[in-house]
């Protein structure tokens, strides 16, 4: 049973950055495609960015030039590097697969909040 939890959100002022982390217990199949997704207040959950386990990444259009998705394989561990944050980026923050069985729960998330 892999548990997905999420880190490192926080209350940022436009422009600003921050480093999600989505540790993962257990094992995750190595052809695995993992992906960051968000929830804005209101409205639906929405892919982000997304990685296989080849490296090859994709990222929304939305947030394409200011958010990087990566992975540490030792660490079990998938980042979302933020950057030049705007209010709209505000929302909480998910990791989970891409593509394929979900797991769940979904985990807690992390609240990002993009504020002056």
């Known amino acids: 049973q892999v548990q997905l939890v999420e880190s490192g959100g926080g209350l940022v002022q436009p422009g600003g950055s921050l480093r999600l982390s989505c540790a993962a217990s257990?094992?995750?199949?190595?052809?695995?495609?993992m992906g960051w997704y968000r929830q804005p207040p209101g409205k639906q959950r929405e892919l982000v960015a997304a990685?296989?386990?080849?490296?090859?990444?994709n990222h929304a259009d939305s947030v394409k030039g200011r958010f990087t998705i990566s992975t540490d394989n030792a660490k079990n561990t998938v980042y979302l590097q933020m950057n030049s944050l705007k209010p709209e980026d505000t929302a909480v923050y998910y990791c989970?697969?891409?593509?394929?069985?979900?797991?769940?729960?979904w985990g807690q998330g992390t609240q990002v909040t993009v504020a002056s």
């Open positions: 257990g094992s995750i199949p190595r052809r695995t495609v």
């Open positions: 989970n697969t891409f593509g394929g069985s979900i797991y769940q729960p």
């Open positions: 990685i296989a386990s080849s490296g090859s990444t």
